[in-house]
């Protein structure tokens, strides 16, 4: 960004945006520390805490000062090309100062509160497949997700604030029409595969130690482009990433020893969401730029790294021999050929966050329907892990034999809203297969090089044409302005035609 003399509107709001920056990143270390090392003794006064940082921000972000400051910078604004870094974080500022003015902090306070409490009973409760602990939670977040849209009168449905705070621009009719397309391409290719005979992954599920796990993943990531200098990786019970800083960007991961596959994907899932966060323009740093677009773009590139490069057969042709060596008991009789096809297994499963690429959107499309069909009052909470099991018996063919791998399996809801987030999933695969299709259309020796062992292209590439940006375009514009046309199915639907029909001869 240009330096302008101090007297200058813009400097003040920098000034200002840094400060609400800062009061936000002591909130997320919070969060984190809560997810992480936090005793259980802390949860009631870490709420509160949270509660409070986050009152103080809203508080300080909707002070009408910034405002008019914003009102004094149209002008500015308006001589600057849209592009224009300066213009860029006013424009993104407006949008976020005409949202959060419509929310009371009180509420913000109230909800980040909730948030804490609804968490540290889920945490509690999922391991003891206990949905009666956690469902009075559950009906508070849905009350609250119910206020929190009607802050925003005017929507065509109750989701649409909600999607629209994650993936601006969407609402609830253009994502079913989007998943509508989708499920007509998946079902017929489950179907397929699901009537040949089973793959074998049993070399997936033997023992292998947790700390030989976490030992293999950081060498993997770190060969990825992930920087340590500037990150961390700890262990939670549902792996996130998190940011305080371009400086300080974090990822979690969970390890089962049964299971190589877990800790593995979860940790190159993770980098994804990091690669990107660390790759934002360091002249963002402590502003609204300086994080990703949407929730879509942003799984895009977790979904690209976990799975067009991290489950490829050019990845595992360099990678495996250094897999075996960290396991020679388990590997050393698995080839190359069976390892591939194991972590490629296609099969109607239960978990959403182990599911293959084939299934994985049936999963997200099944809580997309629930959380509409909660926030439209035709589903009661109390009937949910019904409707959550009917619904996979009639999606997916199978029930979950607990609400431990049924309705609490994901923390969504018993950390946020009900609404507006689980449709990133499937927008990033679609946006993942759309940016990587592209880079290779610029480099196409990037195939070649991952089976060297050489992500810098790739990665290299992604910075140049998504991480700098942080959120000076939206999610339509990054992928218009990457991809040169608007998102679409086909690409991904491409991508799974190609891998799978290979390894499953349809």
């Not at 809801?413 to 689980?422: A, C, D, H, S």
Request: hydrophobic letters at 40%.
């Amino acid at each position: 960004m240009q330096t302008l003399d101090k007297t200058h509107p813009i400097q003040e709001l920098r000034t200002r945006l840094a400060e609400i920056n800062d009061i936000e990143s002591a909130a997320s270390l919070l969060y984190w520390d809560q997810a992480t090392y936090m005793p259980p003794g802390g949860a009631a006064a870490r709420g509160r805490q949270m509660a409070t940082l986050r009152h103080i921000a809203h508080t300080k972000f909707t002070d009408p000062a910034i405002g008019q400051l914003l009102e004094d910078l149209r002008e500015y604004e308006s001589s600057l090309p849209y592009d224009a870094d300066e213009a860029s974080l006013i424009r993104v500022t407006r949008l976020d100062y005409d949202r959060l003015v419509k929310i009371p902090p009180a509420f913000t306070a109230k909800f980040s509160q909730h948030s804490a409490d609804a968490y540290e009973a889920w945490a509690k409760a999922r391991p003891e497949n206990n949905f009666a602990a956690v469902a009075p939670y559950l009906e508070k977040t849905l009350e609250l997700s119910r206020e929190m849209a009607n802050f925003f009168p005017g929507y065509q449905h109750i989701a649409d604030p909600l999607i629209d705070e994650s993936d601006y621009g969407m609402n609830a009719e253009s994502v079913r029409a989007l998943f509508a397309q989708l499920r007509q391409q998946l079902v017929p290719i489950v179907d397929a595969i699901a009537s040949q005979p089973i793959t074998d992954a049993t070399a997936l599920h033997q023992h292998y130690s947790e700390p030989e796990q976490l030992a293999f993943s950081l060498e993997v990531i770190k060969q990825l482009g992930y920087d340590f200098h500037r990150g961390r990786q700890d262990q939670t019970l549902h792996p996130f990433m998190t940011k305080f800083s371009t400086g300080d960007v974090r990822i979690t991961t969970r390890v089962r020893e049964n299971d190589l596959n877990e800790g593995l994907f979860s940790t190159i899932h993770e980098t994804g969401h990091a690669l990107y966060e660390q790759g934002i323009a360091r002249d963002f740093e402590a502003t609204p730029l300086a994080g990703g677009t949407s929730s879509g773009v942003h799984e895009s590139q977790s979904r690209l790294w976990e799975n067009l490069v991290g489950r490829s057969r050019n990845f595992w042709e360099f990678c495996y021999p250094q897999l075996q060596a960290a396991f020679p008991q388990q590997l050393k009789q698995v080839s190359l050929d069976t390892f591939y096809r194991g972590i490629n297994k296609v099969e109607r499963s239960l978990i959403r966050t182990d599911a293959d690429e084939v299934t994985y959107n049936l999963h997200v499309m099944i809580r997309f329907d629930l959380e509409l069909a909660l926030l439209e009052g035709k589903l009661a909470v109390k009937d949910l892990p019904a409707a959550w099991n009917d619904r996979y018996q009639s999606d997916l063919g199978i029930v979950p034999p607990s609400d431990t791998n049924g309705v609490l399996q994901d923390v969504h809801w018993y950390g946020g809203t009900i609404g507006g987030v689980f449709q990133g999933y499937t927008l990033g695969n679609l946006m993942s297969a759309q940016f990587f299709e592209a880079a290779l259309q610029a480099h196409p020796e990037i195939p070649q090089q991952i089976r060297q062992g050489n992500f810098k292209v790739l990665h290299d590439w992604l910075k140049q044409n998504i991480y700098q940006h942080g959120r000076k375009y939206t999610a339509a514009e990054i992928v218009e302005k990457v991809t040169l046309q608007p998102l679409s199915i086909e690409p991904f639907i491409r991508y799974i035609k190609g891998k799978f029909g290979e390894l499953y001869n349809f």
